[in-house]
């Protein structure tokens, strides 16, 4: 079963840029060094898994990594990525060699010296030569680091390398330094025919080594650590000081979900926190379901098999949709995925924030009730009706927590931390007075009386 998630969902959490300038989750990783490793990265941070197994093997491979910095490929990125023009280009070829005809081949392969043909592929075959003796010499390096306790797709990946590169004409290349022109033509062909599906897999080999080299150094670069992802029954998810990796400074916050506590209603004032948090939240669930490192301490929780978020929804001028109506129309999404994958994660930052303070009321009150019922499943909403709060209490599996609010001199201070609770706090009209909205806008009319 594939992880289930949206458009939205990863546009809420900057999974992706949004334009060139923007910051986003894989950018952050983007720590590669070649094109395929990029693209390898993109392809692990689109799919998250629902595969156990698959899960903690990329993990495993990722932190081995990490534990052994500063070990790299050694592969230079332009001698890939001619290997890959070389691979891709057919135009480019020689006729294989026979013995027989050897004095004339090497005549003729002499004409050609000069040729562009002549020089892509002599430049291909060297390449991809290059190539074979670094990666050989990398896989001993693995093995000798392991020190025989190989991750999973190390001990997988190495077999079929060692098996590859035992192959008569493969294992030739390991220690070869000159090259004649005889054997240019002869390793075009072995390259673009016999061999050509083994060197796509080690290819494919090296871009996946390059994406998980590009995480190990982006974990280590920010602090992040490696989650512990369970089956699906233990019903769970702990971090420990969880954060936001766009937030210089971030202030780190501590939640637990169990059986017994599967929604966190979340309240505080505007700019306390709760959109920051509830992102943070997000991003570790999705990078934890990639196999990835994530932004906390410590990061503990059961498999889930999709993730839904809402945060940064708006209305739809070309389809006639309100704010409001297009919130309705993602809780109602929401209850549709329900229906199918009960064993989600469901964040709503603000929920109808886009309608009038009764309306409001009512809705948060009937959605926040009729989710806490789905126990299978965990929930996460914030809102600044915190009048629902208390009818919302005979919920017992539902939590209150706020973002505490200090006072110092007659003055509001945002800590940006968790507390239990519902807050009582009210900061719209403190903002309004010390931004001097009101006393502005007088301004303007005294200003065009006199006028």
């Known amino acids: 079963m594939a992880f289930e998630v949206d458009i939205q969902t990863k546009k809420d959490l900057d999974i992706f840029a949004a334009s060139q300038d923007s910051k986003s989750i894989f950018g952050l990783f983007d720590f590669t060094t070649c094109k395929g490793g990029q693209s390898k990265l993109h ?48 135009e480019y070829s020689l006729r294989r060699p026979t013995k027989i005809w050897r004095p004339i081949n090497n005549q003729l392969l002499n004409k050609l010296r000069s040729s562009e043909n002549y020089f892509v592929v002599e430049k291909g075959v060297k390449s991809i030569i290059s190539i074979l003796q670094k990666l050989c010499k990398f896989c001993k390096e693995l093995e000798v680091k392991s020190e025989g306790a190989y991750p999973n797709l190390f001990l997988k990946n190495n077999e079929k390398v060692f098996s590859i590169l035992s192959i008569p004409e493969m294992k030739v290349l390991l220690d070869i330094k000159d090259i004649k022109a005889y054997d240019i033509a002869e390793y075009n062909y072995i390259f673009r025919y016999s061999q050509q ?42 971090a420990e000081k969880l954060f936001h990796p766009f937030v210089t400074n971030a202030v780190s916050n501590d939640i637990e979900f169990g059986k ?94 886009g309608t009038n303070v009764k ?55 945002y800590t940006y931390k968790l507390k239990d609770g519902v807050s009582a706090d009210r900061l719209g009209m403190y903002i309004i007075r010390r931004e001097r909205v009101v006393e502005m806008i007088n301004e303007v009319l005294t200003n065009n009386s006199m006028n």
């Open 260 to 353: 017994d506590s599967n929604l966190l209603f979340v309240t505080g004032p505007n700019m306390a926190g709760k959109s920051t948090f509830l992102k943070s939240l997000g991003v570790a669930v999705y990078l934890a379901h990639a196999g990835f490192p994530v932004p906390a301490d410590s990061f503990r929780m059961s498999l889930i098999s999709g993730l839904c978020t809402t945060i940064n929804i708006s209305d739809n001028l070309e389809s006639g949709y309100s704010h409001f109506y297009a919130e309705v129309l993602r809780v109602k999404h929401v209850a549709k995925r329900l229906k199918t994958n009960s064993n989600m994660l469901v964040i709503f930052d603000e929920l109808f924030r």
């Open 43 to 90: 392809q692990f941070l689109s799919v998250p898994l629902t595969d156990l197994d698959a899960i903690n093997d990329r993990k495993d491979a990722i932190s081995f990594f990490q534990d052994h910095l500063p070990i790299d490929l050694d592969i230079d990125k332009d001698t890939l990525s001619f290997a890959e023009y070389y691979q891709k280009h057919r």
């Open 197 to 238: 599906r083994n060197l796509q897999f080690i290819f494919e080999l090296i871009y996946e080594y390059d994406a998980y080299l590009a995480i190990a150094k982006a974990a280590q670069e920010y602090k992040f650590c490696y989650p512990e992802v369970l089956p699906q029954s233990e019903n769970c998810l702990k």
């Open 359 to 413: 309306d409001a009321y009512d809705g948060t009150l009937a959605i926040v009730s009729a989710f806490a019922q789905i126990k299978s499943s965990f929930f996460v909403i914030s809102t600044h009706i915190v009048e629902a709060a208390e009818e919302l209490k005979v919920n017992e599996n539902i939590s209150f927590r706020c973002f505490e609010i200090k006072e110092e001199n007659g003055h509001p201070v």
